[in-house]
Nanobody, 125 residues
């Protein structure tokens, strides 16, 4: 099975940028559609973005469209989430997840069978 590790979180001022990375081991990333989720303080985990294993399609939650970009480099076994124009509402623990199923850019948590440990993103005002 695949193991996922997120890096790149941190503290940033409003309007700033961060790039999260999700590196896979155990299996090649190209076998999985990838998703990014986040869980803010006192909130449920929510979908942020997803990318198909072939990079043929992407999907975003409305609140990040135009600000976040999901990408992947299968040769490096790594997926990315570029986050620009961050605001305090983006503060959360961000998780990457792998989906071995048939739906390439699903937003449903239950479709992702493998999860990283999460990385904290804090946006100060």
């Amino acid at each position: 099975q695949v193991q996922l590790v997120e890096t790149g979180g941190g503290l940033v001022q409003a309007g700033g940028s961060l790039r999260l990375s999700c590196t896979a081991s155990g299996r090649t990333l190209s076998q999985y559609h990838m998703g990014w989720f986040r869980q803010g303080p006192g909130k449920e985990r929510e979908f942020v973005a997803a990318i198909a294993r072939s990079e043929s399609s992407t999907r975003y939650v409305d609140s990040v469209k135009g600000r976040f970009t999901v990408s992947r480099d299968n040769a490096k076994n790594t997926a990315y989430l570029q986050m620009n124009s961050l605001n305090p509402e983006d503060t959360a623990v961000y998780y990457c997840a792998a989906n071995a199923g048939l739906l390439p850019v699903t937003s449903r948590l239950e479709h992702y069978g493998y999860w990283g440990q999460g990385t904290q993103v804090t946006v100060s005002s």
